[in-house]
């Protein structure tokens, strides 16, 4: 599959992104006109620069409100399109992308906007060029892929083709089926962007929210398997601008776009047949289950706060790694491992069970994830660690009882109790830049499978918090991406809450408190709150107002959970309870730990 990139698509000067594309693996670009009208050199020169990175030039764009425009002004129209395409042909452009009109003046006239695009096309031919038709999502008259279809194939001339943009097809409700009959010839060039699904503006939607493939929820594979299988065999090519973009590196951006290609190759690998098959490759298959394994703390000061912590929780250490000074504490089937390796990482790591170690190491390779520097003495487990894009390290290890088990690395002590019998780890909170939080969701959907619900937003005393839930379709991991927009300090970064499961939390409560631990204070006027939204009997109300428990309810499920106080270095614990099947997060009370936590 031939993977490009528009030049729009990453930040800074033409001539400083390009090197950046190329380092990233891409084999084209579009090139934007903006972008070469403000650079210093000739589109000759462009193309020589593109040719030394070992980059072609598979599209020139965009020329827009070319067609469709009152007949007395298209003579002018022309000279301009022409002028354009002169341009392309120094650039070594094959392809130039027209937009439907957006204007106020354009005409609603099929026959009239086709014969004017017979005469483009006609003026492309001249030059040995080709114009691909796109149909903007906001367009005044042509908005919908079917409409610029039914227009290049009134036009009927070879230089004319329809364009396939994934956004703008997807932000209209349209999907692969809007491509039927489309013979892939008549395809002239396939742009792909993903998004989230959002109801608003669909211009402020597109300039705003795209992102790449894997990171949104739109059904971009839908209609690039739709692209192929009707025969196109032209560059697949990212088109994908947001304020994210506009800020990031351009390095970091060209990389994430380029591996969002191959997750998007990978996926179209597993589901397209006949000739189309052959133009993808499949990476290693992501895992059948992903479960959570255990919590590593970070401690490279040797201090005693997470210790102190882990015992009055109730953990106790159940043994020692065979070459590092890393202790693993036990608590029922919750699992923590302390490290005080001296100047080692500040950064608490996460261990995640599945049952294809090397596979899924090798899909995480397969799409260019890095991998964590790491010694392994002999006979330890495999534990590969890849590095998200949050800096977070995340080490695989096999199920229970396999030869790459990560509890085989210890000498467990065999008087080790089993602690107060907790459940296990629930979830695990993740604290991600805000340019970075697309990223995170693509890495863990990507290498891990998991899928990712909507954004959560909520307010606090300092600011906003943004938070994203994902979960495997089978296993019981589940992680939530915290961003932190706030002004009055710098953001957390890394995994700054663990929620750890139980039963009876209340006589748990009571232990805990009974052992000194401090919990975060729940505001009376909470429980009066709670009264009014589910009508609970007082004497419930009375027992959770007692042990300072909040409280939700969803159907026939209930959640009961607490907080530890924060520590010093910004993390705290949660502890809880799920009844009747409770799914969520106690989102209806994030507003109240904010305002507590401060």
């Known amino acids: 599959?031939?993977?490009?990139?528009?030049?729009?698509?990453?930040?800074?000067?033409?001539?400083?992104?390009?090197?950046?594309?190329?380092?990233?693996?891409?084999?084209?670009?579009?090139?934007?006109?903006?972008?070469?009208?403000?650079?210093?050199?000739?589109?000759?020169?462009?193309?020589?620069?593109?040719?030394?990175?070992?980059?072609?030039?598979?599209?020139?764009?965009?020329?827009?409100?070319?067609?469709?425009?009152?007949?007395?002004?298209?003579?002018?129209?022309?000279?301009?399109?022409?002028?354009?395409?002169?341009?392309?042909?120094?650039?070594?452009?094959?392809?130039?992308?027209?937009?439907?009109?957006?204007?106020?003046?354009?005409?609603?006239?099929?026959?009239?906007?086709?014969?004017?695009?017979?005469?483009?096309?006609?003026?492309?031919?001249?030059?040995?060029?080709?114009?691909?038709?796109?149909?903007?999502?906001?367009?005044?008259?042509?908005?919908?892929?079917g409409q610029a279809w039914?227009?290049?194939?009134?036009?009927?001339?070879?230089?004319?083709?329809?364009?396939?943009?994934?956004?703008?097809?997807?932000?209209?409700?349209?999907?692969?089926?809007?491509?039927?009959?489309?013979?892939?010839?008549?395809?002239?060039?396939?742009?792909?962007?993903?998004?989230?699904?959002?109801?608003?503006?669909?211009?402020?939607?597109?300039?705003?929210?795209?992102?790449?493939?894997?990171?949104?929820?739109?059904?971009?594979?839908?209609?690039?398997?739709a692209t192929l299988a009707a025969g196109y065999r032209g560059p697949v090519s990212l088109e994908v601008f947001s304020d994210v973009v506009r800020e990031a590196d351009p390095a970091v951006t060209a990389r994430d776009g380029y591996r969002s290609l191959v997750f998007l190759e990978d996926r179209l690998a597993a589901t397209l047949g006949g000739p189309a098959a052959g133009t993808v490759t499949a990476a290693p298959p992501a895992p059948e289950r992903t479960d959570v394994a255990f919590l590593e703390l970070a401690n490279p000061t040797a201090s005693g706060q997470p210790r102190g912590l882990l015992a009055a929780l109730g953990f106790v250490p159940a043994g020692r790694h065979r070459s590092k000074p890393v202790t693993w504490w036990r608590n029922g089937d919750a699992h923590v491992v302390l490290n005080d390796t001296p100047g080692g990482t500040a950064w608490h790591a996460l261990g995640l069970v599945t049952p294809q170690v090397e596979t899924v190491a090798a899909r995480a390779k397969a799409l260019l994830w890095p991998a964590v520097d790491r010694t392994r003495g002999d006979g330890e487990a495999l534990l590969p660690g890849i590095t998200s894009p949050a800096g977070v390290h995340v080490f695989v290890s096999a199920s229970p009882g396999q030869s790459d088990d990560w509890r085989q690395d210890f000498v467990e002590d065999p008087e080790a109790g089993p602690g107060d019998g907790w459940l296990g780890i629930d979830h695990v909170g993740i604290a991600v830049p805000g340019d970075r939080l697309n990223e995170e969701v693509g890495f863990l959907r990507t290498v891990f499978g998991l899928v990712p619900a909507p954004v959560e937003e909520f307010w606090e005393p300092q600011g906003r918090l943004r938070s994203r839930a994902l979960r495997p379709a089978a296993g019981d991991a589940r992680l939530v991406l915290n961003v932190e927009d706030v002004a009055s300090r710098f953001p957390r970064e890394g995994?700054?809450?663990?929620?750890?499961?139980?039963?009876?939390?209340?006589?748990?409560?009571?232990?805990?408190?009974?052992?000194?631990?401090?919990?975060?204070?729940?505001?009376?006027?909470?429980?009066?709150?709670l009264v009014a939204r589910f009508g609970l009997d007082a004497e419930l109300v009375g027992l959770l107002q007692e042990h300072q428990v909040l409280y939700d309810r969803v159907g026939e499920g209930e959640l009961l959970h607490v907080y530890t106080d924060v520590l010093d270095t910004g993390f705290y614990v949660e502890l809880l309870e799920r009844r009747g099947g409770y799914d969520g997060y106690g989102s209806p009370n994030t507003h109240v730990r904010l305002a507590v936590q401060g």
């Open 150 to 225: 039914e227009a290049v194939r009134r036009a009927d001339h070879p230089a004319v083709t329809v364009a396939v943009d994934t956004f703008h097809m997807l932000a209209r409700g349209d999907g692969g089926a809007a491509l039927a009959g489309v013979p892939g010839d008549r395809i002239g060039f396939l742009q792909v962007a993903d998004g989230p699904l959002l109801d608003m503006d669909v211009l402020e939607w597109s300039r705003h929210h795209r992102c790449f493939p894997g990171q949104g929820t739109l059904d971009v594979a839908g209609v690039v398997g």
């Open 495 to 529: 995994i700054t809450q663990v929620a750890f499961a139980c039963d009876d939390l209340l006589a748990r409560v009571r232990d805990l408190r009974a052992r000194g631990v401090r919990l975060m204070p729940v505001p009376d006027n909470y429980y009066v709150d």
């Open 1 to 145: 599959m031939r993977k490009g990139i528009a030049t729009l698509s990453v930040r800074g000067r033409l001539l400083d992104k390009l090197p950046a594309i190329a380092d990233a693996g891409f084999d084209g670009v579009e090139i934007f006109d903006n972008d070469l009208v403000s650079c210093p050199v000739s589109p000759r020169e462009v193309a020589a620069r593109c040719a030394e990175l070992g980059l072609g030039v598979d599209l020139f764009q965009p020329v827009r409100d070319a067609a469709g425009v009152a007949p007395g002004r298209f003579p002018e129209t022309l000279r301009r399109v022409r002028a354009k395409l002169e341009v392309a042909e120094q650039l070594g452009a094959p392809v130039v992308l027209a937009c439907s009109h957006v204007g106020a003046d354009s005409v609603d006239d099929v026959d009239l906007l086709a014969e004017q695009l017979h005469a483009l096309g006609a003026a492309a031919a001249e030059r040995g060029l080709v114009v691909a038709f796109e149909a903007l999502a906001w367009g005044r008259h042509v908005n919908r892929v």
